[in-house]
């Protein structure tokens, strides 16, 4: 039987991470997760409770309630992918919105917030047979990955995606606005002191500015048939 391999997919916001990692684990017949949605549900869960994380009250009040937290990511086979849930509640949609965007950045940037989650990611990746997208996966999450990528486009193409995705979910929201927000996260993303982003030394890096999805998707694809029939 063939072997299965662990897929780790890095790189900015907004370069369709996702989107390429979902059509992968669905060719390979692999386990996908999107640990930014976990990132998100976290933020979601300090926000309802009116945390921010912009003091250090803040933050200490974010890492008192990691215990009252669960996550799962729940299939949904009419729509062919998992959904995230936090503690029993489907909050997919409300994960999205440019709102929980606007300071997912700073909660990915507690210490105790990362070690929960990559603890999480990892158990979940035990079994190899997986593709995980996000910002530290093949730094920190999987190190030893068989195969990882680290995705990049122009912070103007990434913003333009955006804006569409959103609009088309019926947000109301300016192309600038989105702009601003993907350049802010880019900053606090590949600053921040606990596990910034940054291209794995042996990521291939996949700048996606000028390729459209089908060609991303076969590429990728072809790299994984080639990892694979070595492992
Ligand atoms: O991929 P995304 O845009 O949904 O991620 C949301 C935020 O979560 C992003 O600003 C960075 C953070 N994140 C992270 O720090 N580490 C990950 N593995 C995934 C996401």
Partial sequence: MEKKITIAIDGYSSTGKSTIAKQLATALGYVYVDTGAMYR???????????IADTDEDVDNIVSLLSEIRLKFVPNSSLGYCEMYLNDENVEAEIRTLHVSQFVSKVAAIEAVRVKLVELQQAMGREKGIVMDGRDIGTVVFPDAEL???????????????????????????????????????????????????????????????????????????YSQRVIARA
């Avoid at 549900?41 to 945390?51: C, D, M």
């Avoid at 880019?186 to 996949?206: G, H, Q, V």
């Fill in 41 to 51: 549900a976290v933020t979601l869960f300090a926000l309802r409770n009116g945390s």
């Fill in 148 to 222: 990882k990528i680290f995705m990049t486009a122009s912070p103007e193409k990434r913003a333009y995606r955006r804006y569409k995705e959103l609009l088309d979910r019926g947000d109301k929201v300016t192309y600038e606005e989105v702009l601003k927000n993907v350049e802010h996260r880019d900053y606090i993303d590949t600053n921040r002191e606990f596990s910034p982003l940054r291209k794995a030394e042996d990521a291939i890096a996949f700048d996606n500015s000028d390729m459209g999805l089908k060609e991303q998707f076969e590429r990728i694809l072809s």
